[in-house]
């Protein structure tokens, strides 16, 4: 099933500009992992938040994670034209017993950077 | 370096026709292995996992099977298709190192029309 809800559905903006992205889920997770899509592609892995987390950071990508209100959110700054794709958060849930990496998916945001 | 490997990339069939999509894994040993279905516009939906050779777990009733016939391989099947079987049908694969960490690795999917 999926989980996941994200918002917006879809975003458009200029290039330089900030881009955020929110994910909310419904049950207890052993971490959320934020993934991009190319059209057409498969899916790359972006970054990982474990559930005692609260922020992370890679290179232009800022994730945070609020467990108490089961959602996240992905910022991406200083946005160029090649960041143009579908983002998607993914859960890892923590249903009592080894979850073997199986992931809910959420429906994406299509994100379109304007150059 | 791990590279996992998917194909074909497009595929289109007639109804009634049997399926059989292909995954490799190179570069890891006992991996887990998995099948998502993407609808349009949608996020994925995990089908099968696996946690070892032989060893196949369905996350929803449908048309399809799976079958891990060796460490790193697995096999997408049916036996006649339906119209609702088509979509981008992507694999992917993951080890779990640590609590809280897995990230999965995707194929480039394979797009499925059933006409």
């Known amino acids: 099933s999926q989980q996941g809800e994200e918002d917006p559905q879809a975003l458009s903006i200029q290039e330089g500009e900030n881009a955020t992205m929110n994910c909310s889920y419904k049950t207890s997770i052993n971490n959320l992992q934020w993934y991009r899509q190319n059209s057409g592609r498969g899916l790359v892995h972006l970054i990982l938040?474990?559930?005692?987390?609260r922020e992370k950071h890679s290179g232009r990508l800022r994730v945070t994670l609020d467990t108490s209100k089961k959602s996240s959110s992905l910022l991406i700054t200083a946005s160029r034209a090649a960041d143009t794709a579908s983002y998607f958060c993914a859960t890892e849930g923590n249903a009592g017993g080894t979850s073997y990496g199986k992931l809910t998916f959420g429906q994406g945001t299509i994100l379109t950077v304007h150059p | 370096s791990q590279t996992i490997h998917q194909w074909p990339a497009t595929l289109v069939q007639p109804v009634g026709s049997p399926l059989s999509l292909e995954c490799t894994v190179e570069g890891t040993s006992n991996p887990n292995l998995y099948w998502y279905r993407q609808a349009a516009g949608r996020g994925l939906q995990l089908l099968f996992y696996?946690?070892?050779?032989?060893?196949i777990s369905s996350e929803v009733p449908q048309n399809l099977s799976a079958s891990r016939p060796q460490d790193r391989q697995f096999i997408l099947s049916s036996k006649k298709l339906l119209l609702s079987d088509s979509g981008f049908y992507l694999c992917?694969?993951?080890?779990?190192?640590?609590?809280?960490?897995?990230?999965?690795?995707f194929g480039q999917g394979t797009r499925l029309t059933v006409v």
């Open positions: 992917a694969w993951s080890v779990w190192e640590h609590f809280g960490d897995t990230e999965a690795f």
């Open positions: 696996s946690v070892g050779i032989g060893q």
């Open positions: 938040i474990r559930s005692n987390e």
